[in-house]
């Protein structure tokens, strides 16, 4: 059973600072890995994707690294910004059962 | 604005009572989801849909029931409400599996 771990669980950084929050996974067989974003009291937002062929995406000041080798990721989150305080969720994409496992998320705050 | 409408968005039920979650989505989507997210456990897969006619167990499909009534929408019900079903709940939508996942607001359901 994949098993999807995100380290660690809250961070708090000062405004304008590079950050990485990290992501394991137990099977090294997925199919994609997906960061989201959620957002108190709402629901989950796509940020990134990365096909299993791939090595990292980009997008604005977010990057996202994979190594599945390791069954790690990253997501750096550069020049953060107090409205990037939300909950990360990391989500491995299942080879079978067309299924995302989801971390339990590192919550970010940024001050200003 | 287009994207995953879930009613209601509040809930407490007594134990014993049952009740269904609506789930309505106008992206043409395939596929469409339940999850159910709780503190220290990340979000856990219910039911879903693959396409419109077919449904499959998730993670923890115990004490759930769900219908695909159209492409559109996709209700989970629960029959028989148990005070380990306090949770928030969340419905997706993606145009195919693992791809593209759009997260309605959730609902907040506590039973007594």
């Known amino acids: 059973k994949q098993e999807v771990t995100q380290i660690p669980a809250a961070l708090s950084v000062p405004e304008g600072e590079n950050l990485v929050l990290n992501c394991s996974f137990t099977?090294?067989?997925?199919?994609?890995l997906q960061w989201f974003r959620q957002d108190p009291g709402k629901g989950l937002t796509s940020l990134l994707l990365?096909?299993?062929?791939?090595r990292e995406q980009t997008s604005g000041r977010l990057n996202a690294s994979l190594d599945k080798s390791s069954g790690r990721s990253t997501l750096y989150i550069a020049a953060s910004q107090p409205g990037d305080s939300a909950t990360y969720l990391c989500a491995v994409g299942e080879t079978s059962g067309s299924r995302l496992t989801f971390g339990e998320g590192t919550q970010l705050t940024v001050n200003p | 604005n287009a994207g995953v409408t879930q009613t209601p968005k509040f809930q407490v039920l007594k134990t014993g009572q049952s009740m269904t979650l609506q789930c309505a989505q106008d992206m043409n989507h395939n596929s469409m989801y339940w999850y159910r997210q709780d503190p220290g456990m990340g979000l856990r897969l219910i039911y879903y849909?693959?396409?419109?006619?077919?449904?499959d167990k998730g993670e923890v499909p115990n004490g759930y029931n769900v219908s695909r009534l159209n492409k559109r929408e996709f209700s989970l019900r629960l029959e028989s409400a148990a005070p380990s079903q306090t949770s928030v709940y969340f419905c997706?939508?993606?145009?195919?599996?693992?791809?593209?996942?759009?997260f309605g607001s959730g609902t907040r359901l506590t039973v007594v």
């Open positions: 099977d090294s067989a997925i199919y994609n």
């Open positions: 990365i096909q299993s062929s791939q």
């Open positions: 849909s693959a396409s419109e006619g077919t449904t």
């Open positions: 997706a939508s993606s145009p195919q599996a693992l791809y593209g996942y759009t």
